[in-house]
């Protein structure tokens, strides 16, 4: 079974072209499916015609948050939820083209990988600045998390279950996805498509959503702005040290005025001093947080992926078990 995971908030100008584009490519699968809808605590109408239309679309199952909990959560809340062997999540503005689903299935069972990831190849209807704050985005992550982020890969993307309950037994809570599920190694490929332009309604992305990610991302993959006081502590010693010896010279040469010199080699030295335990407070800190998320050390491969017969007798032994 293939489940669709559709988080949704505000989204009720979208919501009946969305159905309408995506239910005949489901429909056309040789497999069952189920649309799983996250209304992320929308205030529009989106809740009353998601009841609506569960009655003319069976395979439809809606999952209401009581209160908006953001993109990242609301899909937490639908892979919680899902029951097919092969979770895809989707956008509900249609910028993500459902007839891809198609070809990310075709992938994935032919080559027997986890993880099909959408890329946008074009990103022509997306505005100037959301190209450039992406592209930001993108770089300085793969130098944060240190691993190879497929650029331009959203959160349009095709999980085998395994790697759902994978990605569900990690320990943290703020999970950005896009940046997990690479960082935990999933044998992939990548689907190109085209990123079409919201079909209606506004972005739920504003800026500070926007800015909220980022900082989220940046703080979930590393601790170095933590370490940064200790650099300052290193630089102000060394900075320091010179001026303390200008400043003797000084004293020297009779060029001050009584008690300057103590003074001044004092107040630099207690300020480097300040940084440099700021920046230890801030090792350890970081060790309770990198402690406190927990994650794995290792991701044993469980599946070889050159043997997709054993791959499936090993899923089927999983769930009888
Ligand atoms: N979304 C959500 N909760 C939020 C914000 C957005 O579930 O708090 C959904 C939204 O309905 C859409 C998807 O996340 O299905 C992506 O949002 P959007 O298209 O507004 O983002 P953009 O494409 O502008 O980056
Ligand atoms: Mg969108």
Same mark, same amino acid.
């Given at each position: 079974m293939l489940s &669709? &995971?559709?988080?949704?908030?505000?989204?009720?100008? #979208?919501? !009946? +072209? @969305? #159905?309408?584009?995506l239910r005949p490519v489901l429909d056309d699968l040789p497999m069952p499916y189920e649309v799983l809808c996250v209304d992320d605590g929308s205030t529009d109408g989106t809740g009353d015609l998601l009841r609506e239309m569960l009655s003319h679309w069976p395979q439809l199952r809606v999952l209401p948050l009581r209160r908006n909990a953001g993109h990242q959560a609301a899909l937490t809340a639908g892979l919680d939820h899902a029951r097919g062997d092969w979770i895809v999540s989707i956008d509900a503005d249609l910028q993500d083209p459902p007839h891809v689903i198609r070809e990310m299935l075709d992938v994935a069972q032919r080559t027997g990988v986890d993880v099909v990831y959408g890329v946008r190849a074009d990103r022509s209807t997306d505005t100037r600045f959301k190209r450039v704050t992406a592209g930001l985005y993108y770089g300085a992550m793969r130098r944060a998390a240190g691993v190879e982020i497929p650029r331009h890969a959203g959160d349009f993307r095709l999980m085998s279950a395994s790697a759902v309950r994978e990605v569900g037994r990690l320990h943290e809570r703020g999970r950005v996805y896009r940046l997990l599920i690479p960082y935990m190694g999933f044998r992939y490929r990548t689907v190109e498509y085209r990123r079409e332009s919201r079909v209606a309604g506004?972005?739920?992305? !504003? &800026? +500070?959503?926007?800015a909220r990610l980022a900082a989220e991302s940046y703080t979930s993959f590393t601790t170095a702005p933590l370490r940064f006081a200790t650099w300052l502590g290193v630089l102000g010693f060394v900075l320091c040290s010179t001026f303390a010896v200008a400043a003797l010279v000084a004293y020297a040469t009779g060029n001050t005025l009584p008690g300057w010199t103590? @003074? #001044?080699?004092v107040i630099g030295f207690v300020g480097a001093l300040q940084f440099l335990f700021l920046g230890l407070l801030g090792e350890y800190v970081a060790r309770i947080y990198t402690e406190m998320q927990a994650r794995p050390r290792y991701f044993t491969d469980v599946h070889p992926p050159d043997d997709p017969a054993r791959q499936a007798r090993s899923e089927r032994e999983h769930r009888t078990r």
């Open positions: &669709v &995971v559709v988080p949704m908030y505000n989204e009720q100008l #979208a919501l !009946p +072209h @969305f #159905a309408e584009r506004d972005s739920k992305y !504003p &800026v +500070h959503k926007m103590s @003074f #001044a080699i």
